[in-house]
Nanobody
Framework: QRQLVESGGGLVQPGGSLRLACAVS????????IGWFRQAPGKEREGVSC????????YYVDSVKGRFTISRDNAKNTVSLQMNSLKSEDTAVYYC?????????WGQGTQVTVSS
């Protein structure tokens, strides 16, 4: 069964850091592009970061450039998102995704709340 399970979310003060992890099963992760999306209340889901199967030229939405870092560990079938210098506008549910040929597979999401 293909499955993605996010973890690492929580409550953090502005300027703090969190590391999100996504455990992937049922995929050869090295065959696929991977990424993170987020959705805040009342807003559409937006792409935060993604990386190709070759790990070349990772994408970051402008609002997180220089603060977030995406990485993968193919041997462990995990995807991570290191988030530093967090801002209140980063508050959202964060979702891990695997890009397949005709669709994406999604995890259930993990809540990140940035508040003082």
């Amino acid at each position: 069964q293909r499955q993605l399970v996010e973890s690492g979310g929580g409550l953090v003060q502005p300027g703090g850091s969190l590391r999100l992890a996504c455990a992937v099963s049922g995929f050869r992760l090295d065959f696929h592009a991977i990424g993170w999306f987020r959705q805040a209340p009342g807003k559409e889901r937006e792409g935060v970061s993604c990386i190709s199967s070759s790990d070349r030229s990772p994408y970051y939405v402008d609002s997180v450039k220089g603060r977030f870092t995406i990485s993968r560990d193919n041997a462990k079938n995990t995807v991570s998102l290191q988030m530093n210098s967090l801002k209140s506008e980063d508050t959202a549910v964060y979702y891990c995704t695997v890009f397949r040929a005709l669709k994406q597979d999604w995890g259930q999401g993990t809540q990140v709340t940035v508040s003082s």
